[in-house]
Structures are given as structure tokens and as C-alpha cells.
């Protein structure tokens, strides 16, 4: 069976198990992970239509955003106000999930990496070198201010001049920094950036990205592949921020807390249907601190426990929970916020 076969299996088998209409529901989970035709107009119609309000197609959303930002990087004009109004837009409807496949996530994040990144890069230096050039303006505008003081203070300080240069060239730069319109040039670039297409991308991506980390549940069929997921995710968030689409250490350091959190919770949903082998992995990862996920901080560790300490306990917990299924003992179910059937977090790709 093919990829997208499996796709197809596995999201009508979901959709089927919550409706006693079988027709119906096969037909709409077929929409919901059907990739566009195509991205011309009357196929995006169509598509906003017909999938993007039905009920329930929250946690399918991102595959489709991955072909729209795609398709935004092949745009001459308007791109990064194309791809911040698509990600705002899907950011809208995601929030109806109460679960992402942790999967489509670490595809949607590539995506960024590979079709946005680059754009938003560019953008960058193309928004600092049009600050810098409309400060060259605003200076350009106060030539003769500073033509009229370098006169006076030669006319002025001519005998300072002649006697200690020094002094009469620090005097001179005290005045022309004082004439500078300082807080003119401040303002521009502030107001330059708050308005700024490639700040807007950011912050949107950086809001969609936690949203969707905060809605991760993995399914207990790709147990083999859960925690090597997480470490994925955890290295490309990274790339993100290398890439300067996160921010900075702060931002990234909270999405990494929020997936680690997740992941934790999902351990206390699924952990007795992991195997031990994986346990072990697990435990060896976290010794060794072999991923950024359990060795990146900022320095709060001096009043928080670390991720590692967080992730080492949940393991522990969840494995002896998973040894005592193995050995044929009763495990009690935990309780959760979230009244979530295992049938419901199977995992679409």
C-alpha cells in the first residue's frame, strides 16, 4: 500500500468509527486529506467551500496550509502577505482540533523550513536596507542643520583647533550628535518594523507552530516512532530558529517546553501500550542528552527542573505502567482532562 493510500485508509477508517452514516463520512474523509487539484481559482473556491467550514476538519488543516505556503513561494509579488494571510486563517481553524498528528506537524514545520524561511530571509534584509535607506533620507534632510553648525564651530573653535585638535574634534562631535534627530530616526525604524510583512509572518508562524505542538497526541499503533518524532520536531524547531523564524532563544525555549509538556501528557495517555524497547530508548536518549530538546536552556534551571528531569520521570512512570501490562496486570486508567478514546488519535498521514 502506497503512502497516500494509507492516507486514505486510515482517515476514512477515523471517520467511519464516528458515524453510523458510512457513505457520508467516507466521502468527508477523503475531502479532509485530498490534496488541491490544483491552485487555480476555481479549485481554491471549491476547497473553501467544501472542506475548509465542515465540522471536524481542524485537525486535518495543516496538510492543506503546507500546499498553500508552498504555492506562496512561487509568487513575483505579495508573498509574505499571501503567507501570513493563510497562516492566519488556518491558525483560526486549527483551534478547533483537540489533537494534531504529530506527523503532519514535523512535515508542516519542513515546510516552513524549505518554503518559507528562505522568502522571510530576504525580507529581512530587504526591510533593513529600506530602513536604512529612509534614515539616509531623514539625515539627508538635515544637511544644512549640520553644514550650519560645522561652520560655527570652525569659525568658533578655530583656536582650539590650532592648539589641540583633540579637543576641538570632541567638542565638534558632541554638537552634530546633539543636532542629530535621534529620536525621529528611533521612531522611523520602530514604526518601520511594527508594520513590517516579514514581523507579521514571524510572529503568525510562531502562533500556529505553539497551537499546533499544544494539540499533538501520538497514536499508540506508531509507538516505534513517537519519540524519534518528538526529536525530529524538537531539531527542526531549532532550524527555525536558526533560520530567524523564531525570534529568539526566549520563544524557542517555550515551544520546546510546550512539546515536552505534550509529550508527557500523551505518555500518561498511551504509555502502557509502548514497549519496553522503547522505554529503554528512551531512557538512554535522556542519560546521554543526545538531543537539543533535552540540552538547551536559557538558564532557568536554576529555579526549574530541567526537560530532561521532567521527560526522565514521565518515562519511568510510564514504563513500569507499560511492564505491568506486559506481565498481564490490571492498570488503571488515568484520568485526563481530555476524554480522549485511543481510536480517536489514530494518526492520519
Known amino acids: 500500500m502506497n503512502k497516500f493510500s494509507s492516507i486514505l485508509y486510515r482517515a476514512s477508517l477515523l471517520m467511519l468509527l464516528q ?28 476547497y473553501f467551500a467544501r472542506v475548509f467550514n465542515r465540522e471536524g476538519y481542524g485537525p486535518f ?20 502577505k499571501f503567507t501570513a494571510s493563510m497562516i492566519d486563517l488556518f491558525l483560526a481553524r486549527l483551534k478547533e482540533a483537540l489533537y494534531i498528528n504529530p506527523f503532519v506537524m514535523h512535515d508542516f514545520i519542513k515546510t516552513v523550513i524549505e518554503h518559507v524561511a528562505p522568502s522571510l530571509t530576504a525580507a529581512c534584509q530587504m526591510q533593513v536596507s529600506s530602513i536604512a535607506d529612509g534614515m539616509r533620507e531623514q539625515l539627508g534632510g538635515h544637511a544644512a542643520a549640520l553644514k550650519q553648525r560645522l561652520t560655527y564651530e570652525l569659525k568658533n573653535g578655530f583656536y582650539v583647533l590650532k592648539f589641540d585638535p583633540e579637543l576641538f574634534l570632541t567638542r565638534l562631535t558632541d554638537a552634530i550628535i546633539r543636532d542629530l534627530p535621534v529620536e525621529d530616526l528611533a521612531h522611523y525604524a520602530v514604526d518601520a518594523m511594527l508594520h513590517s510583512e516579514a514581523l507579521h509572518v514571524r510572529s503568525s508562524l510562531v502562533r500556529i507552530i505553539e497551537a499546533g505542538l499544544d494539540r499533538l497526541v501520538w497514536s499508540p499503533a506508531e509507538e516505534g516512532f513517537a519519540w524519534q518524532n518528538v526529536k525530529d520536531i ?20 517555550q515551544l520546546y517546553w510546550t512539546l515536552t509538556y505534550r509529550f ?23 542519560l546521554e542528552g543526545s538531543n537539543i530538546l533535552l540540552t538547551f536552556s536559557i538558564g532557568e534551571q536554576d529555579v526549574m527542573r530541567p526537560r530532561s528531569r521532567w521527560l526522565a520521570d514521565a518515562v519511568l512512570a510510564a514504563s513500569v505502567r507499560s511492564q505491568m501490562t506486559a506481565d498481564g496486570a490490571w492498570v488503571a486508567p488515568l484520568k485526563s482532562e481530555y476524554q480522549c478514546d485511543a481510536d480517536d488519535v489514530v494518526a492520519v498521514r
Open 234 to 253: 524538537a531539531n527542526h524547531l531549532f532550524m527555525l530558529y536558526r533560520c530567524n523564524v523564531i525570534p529568539d532563544e526566549q520563544t524557542l525555549n
Open 61 to 80: 488543516s495543516l496538510n492543506h496550509l503546507r500546499q498553500f505556503l508552498q504555492f506562496g513561494n512561487t509568487l513575483s509579488h505579495n508573498q509574505l
Open 19 to 46: 458515524s453510523v452514516n458510512i457513505p457520508a463520512a467516507y466521502e468527508e474523509s477523503i475531502a479532509f486529506v485530498r490534496p488541491l487539484a490544483s491552485m487555480e481559482r476555481d479549485d481554491i473556491a471549491q
Open 264 to 286: 508527557i501528557y500523551c505518555l500518561g495517555l498511551i504509555g502502557e501500550h509502548i514497549s519496553l524497547t522503547t522505554y529503554e530508548i528512551m531512557k538512554q536518549d535522556i
